[in-house]
């Protein structure tokens, strides 16, 4: 069974692929306890946005946040976020301040 199944996931494999990258990860706890974590960040400095297209990562960038044109070990020369997107990955931000 066991066989069947991997046979069957190198068949599809050229055809179908699911990823999950975490590209930064940041505790804002850490270090702090939790009622000063609170007190040091705002609520209205906190947003969060689904990008799932070019268009919309370009309007995030015209307000001023750094996406596609932050570099990363991911982002190759900074075209790799775009082209990311132009072939259907959804990126979830969450946006701290500027």
Not at 67 to 93: E, H, K, Q, V
Request: proline share 2%.
């Amino acid at each position: 069974m066991k066989l069947l199944k991997r046979s069957s996931l190198f068949l599809i494999s050229p055809v179908y692929a699911r990823t999950s990258f975490c590209l930064y990860k940041h505790n804002v706890e850490n270090g702090l306890s939790t009622n000063e974590a609170i007190l040091k960040i705002k609520s209205d400095d906190l947003k969060f946005r689904v990008v799932s297209s070019n268009k919309q990562a370009d309007k995030l960038e015209l307000e001023n946040y750094k996406f596609r044109s932050y570099p990363t070990d991911f982002n190759n020369n900074l075209i790799t976020y775009s082209r990311w997107l132009d072939l259907g990955a959804i990126a979830f931000c969450n946006i701290c301040g500027k």
